[in-house]
T-cell receptor
Framework: DQQVKQNSPSLSVQEGRISILNCDYT??????FLWYKKYPAEGPTFLIS?????DKNEDGRFTVFLNKSAKHLSLHIVPSQPGDSAVYFC??????????FGAGTILRVKS | DSGVTQTPKHLITATGQRVTLRCSPR?????VYWYQQSLDQGLQFLIQ???????AKGNILERFSAQQFPDLHSELNLSSLELGDSALYFC?????????????FGEGSRLTVL
């Protein structure tokens, strides 16, 4: 039973355009949602998070939107850069700081 | 550099064998988490320790065990290995101030079972 789903295995975007990565969840008890970025041969690194009581959080080129009624969140990257090419994992926090991860979306930004 | 150190980085072994993966958390972090990433899968939570005590358990097989030592480093023991245990094993740590759920991950240990 996948509580966090990323339905798009990959996404290709032109440099300078917007990248939108999507994530759906089923557990309404999650209290924080996070995005992690992962380069090959490296561990995941934290990108941005949002509390379940908010609907938007912005950090530079990265914005995360949360729609609780739809149990959906998205990560917007504007403008996309070639260095953003990586695997992006959506994660949701359960009790005790345990994170439940989605399967990841491979983002390719073409120059 | 996340500050989390995992050894070994790569490990190749045979079915039926036993291996130990080691993790040193960031300085001062009391919580250690273990995750497994199989091919094309997301990160699956295995187990969490907090200051030496088991805090949460995920889908960890009975053949797997873990512990956190007084110096806060942790070890994940995998025994009676099967082909399907081949995966990347990540360790992560967090501090008591990690209220937003942010975890700091090591680079992972890639286990190949032949």
């Amino acid at each position: 039973d996948q509580q966090v789903k990323q339905n798009s295995p990959s996404l290709s975007v032109q440099e300078g355009r917007i990248s939108i990565l999507n994530c759906d969840y089923t557990n309404s008890m999650f209290d924080y949602f996070l995005w992690y970025k992962k380069y090959p041969a490296e561990g995941p690194t934290f990108l941005i998070s949002i509390s379940s009581i908010k609907d938007k959080n912005e950090d530079g080129r990265f914005t995360v939107f949360l729609n609780k009624s739809a149990k959906h969140l998205s990560l917007h990257i504007v403008p996309s850069q070639p260095g953003d090419s990586a695997v992006y994992f959506c994660a949701a926090r359960e009790y005790g700081n345990k994170l439940v991860f989605g399967a990841g979306t491979i983002l390719r930004v073409k120059s | 550099d996340s500050g989390v150190t995992q050894t070994p980085k790569h490990l190749i072994t045979a079915t039926g064998q036993r291996v130990t993966l080691r993790c040193s958390p960031r300085s001062g972090d009391l919580s250690v988490y273990w995750y497994q990433q199989s091919l094309d899968q997301g990160l699956q939570f295995l187990i969490q320790y907090y200051n030496g005590e088991e805090r949460a358990k995920g889908n960890i097989l009975e053949r797997f065990s873990a512990q956190q030592f007084p110096d806060l480093h942790s070890e994940l023991n995998l025994s009676s290995l099967e082909l399907g245990d081949s995966a990347l094993y990540f360790c992560a740590s967090s501090g008591t101030s990690g209220y937003t759920g942010e975890l700091f991950f090591g680079e992972g240990s890639r286990l190949t079972v032949l």
